[in-house]
Nanobody, 118 residues
Framework: QVHLVESGGGLVRPGGSLRLSCVAS????????MGWYRQAPGKEREAVAT???????DYADSVKGRFTVSKDNAKNAVYLQMNSLKPEDTAVYYC????????????WGQGTQVTVSS
């Protein structure tokens, strides 16, 4: 089992920056990909960024050039640096771990609120 804890959300003005962190514990060897997802009120949850064990990254078109995903293997941590934030980035952000054997996201964090507003 993998346990994920996010932190770093908050209220920021448009154009501002935030950095989200996610620390994994437990059977982290089972993780192949770490992902950041978000869900805004009344909307479906959507993938924001992912980073694989090979350091390959992928981003939603809406955040390309503004968000950067990275990881620190020694700390079992993954980060999401969010720059040039827009009101439409407002959502609850979740960290997720993809199980390498099942090839699906099986573990999710509790979520952290990001609000972009003037």
């Amino acid at each position: 089992q993998v346990h994920l804890v996010e932190s770093g959300g908050g209220l920021v003005r448009p154009g501002g920056s935030l950095r989200l962190s996610c620390v994994a514990s437990g059977d982290t060897i089972c993780i192949s990909v770490m992902g950041w997802y978000r869900q805004a009120p009344g909307k479906e949850r959507e993938a924001v960024a992912t980073i694989g064990s090979d350091d390959n990254t992928d981003y939603a078109d809406s955040v390309k050039g503004r968000f950067t995903v990275s990881k620190d293997n020694a700390k079992n941590a993954v980060y999401l640096q969010m720059n040039s934030l827009k009101p439409e980035d407002t959502a609850v952000y979740y960290c997720a771990a993809k199980n390498r054997l099942l090839s699906k996201y099986t573990n999710w964090g509790q979520g952290t609120q990001v609000t972009v507003s003037s």
